[in-house]
């Protein structure tokens, strides 16, 4: 039996670079002993709670997340069902007040790293989300890279699912993105999703829209709903997004300790006002599209960073 406490041990450790060597021996340990997803999970959720603090690397949630999409495909059944049931169970609890961007970027990218047999989990979830819970979107993002290779009557469900939330945004709240709903459904070649496409166009001009009817329509080609990277390259790029944001000089810190701009990112100046739970929030700059540059500068897409939360 692995020591799990010297495992979870290896998991915490903070150095220059990514630990490899204990990622591996991580995931053979569990495939070994199966049992090891609790103490995993457990370290996870630990460590979330512990690294809720802005002013820590987040680096044993990323690890995690790693040795779990390195073990499933070597697991047995129902081990690998388990981990993957889990994965998808973070995702859609996913609170974006909890859950920071390593977390929901590395638990997406695991669960694509594991292979359509996701998608089943996927949509049994999906299906019992509420419509508040910010975690069904990177689930259809998942999903939709399986198109075509995962198992049909799980798509199907996921399908209904997207028209269900499309058909609320059209009838009652046009503002609410459901972009990767729309996503999915034109990448299905869901005729019917075609007039709430066009009633969401008129009311929002969101150009993700747009895009969704064309494809459906075959005036251009869909992409799959995200570009997933092998496990390494993504956990490789998770860690050095978050090292670089610890290791920025003091001067360009948002924490701050670096003079009169060191706030400039949340203060007035930012369009951001701060705000009480029960204020209304009133946009005072642009709309943001899903797919356009995070305005926070970090490369990607403001759906997959700051719009997540």
């Known amino acids: 039996m692995p020591d799990a406490d010297a495992?979870?041990?290896?998991?915490?450790?903070?150095?220059?670079?990514?630990?490899?060597?204990?990622?591996?021996?991580?995931?053979?340990?569990l495939v070994a002993a199966p049992s090891l997803m609790d103490s995993l999970s457990s370290a996870f959720r630990e460590h979330l709670e512990l690294e809720?603090?802005?002013?820590?690397?987040?680096?044993?949630?990323?690890?995690?997340?790693?040795?779990?999409?390195?073990?499933?495909?070597?697991?047995?059944?129902?081990?690998?069902?388990?981990?993957?049931?889990?994965?998808?169970?973070?995702?859609?609890?996913?609170d974006p007040h909890e859950f920071g961007d390593v977390e929901l970027n590395a638990l997406e990218s695991a669960l694509a790293s594991i292979g359509p047999v996701v998608v089943p989990f996927i949509a049994e979830t999906l299906s019992g989300l509420c419509e508040e819970n910010i975690g069904w979107y990177p689930l259809i993002l998942v999903a939709q890279s399986f198109i075509g290779q995962a198992d049909p009557a799980a798509l199907a469900r996921i399908r209904d699912v997207a028209m269900n939330m499309l058909q609320q945004a059209a009838d009652a709240d046009p503002e609410a993105d459901v972009t990767s709903a729309a996503g999915f459904l034109a990448a299905m070649r869901?005729?019917?999703a075609r007039p709430l496409l066009e009633k969401l166009i008129a009311a929002t001009q969101l150009k993700d829209y747009v895009i969704a009817?064309?494809?459906?329509?075959?005036?251009?080609?869909?992409r799959p709903g995200t570009e997933y990277k092998p496990l390494r390259e993504w956990v490789e790029e998770e860690w050095r997004l978050e090292?670089?944001?610890?290791?920025?000089?003091?001067?360009?810190?948002?924490?701050?300790?670096?003079?009169?701009?060191?706030?400039?990112?949340?203060?007035?100046?930012?369009g951001y006002t701060p705000h009480s739970e029960s204020s209304t929030i009133r946009r005072t700059e642009p709309k943001i599209g899903p797919n356009d540059p995070c305005p926070?500068?970090?490369?990607?897409?403001?759906?997959?960073?700051?719009g997540r939360r």
């Open 7 to 29: 495992i979870i041990q290896s998991l915490q450790q903070d150095d220059r670079e990514v630990p490899w060597p204990a990622l591996e021996a991580a995931a053979a340990a």
């Open 52 to 94: 809720n603090r802005i002013d820590v690397p987040r680096f044993t949630t990323l690890y995690v997340s790693a040795v779990l999409a390195m073990a499933a495909p070597r697991l047995a059944e129902p081990d690998r069902q388990t981990v993957c049931r889990w994965l998808v169970s973070q995702l859609a609890r996913s």
């Open 190 to 192: 869901h005729e019917p």
């Open 213 to 222: 009817l064309k494809a459906l329509s075959g005036e251009s080609e869909l």
């Open 243 to 270: 090292r670089n944001w610890f290791d920025r000089p003091p001067d360009r810190h948002p924490l701050g300790g670096g003079g009169d701009d060191a706030d400039d990112d949340y203060g007035p100046d930012a």
């Open 296 to 306: 926070c500068g970090s490369g990607k897409k403001h759906k997959k960073c700051c």
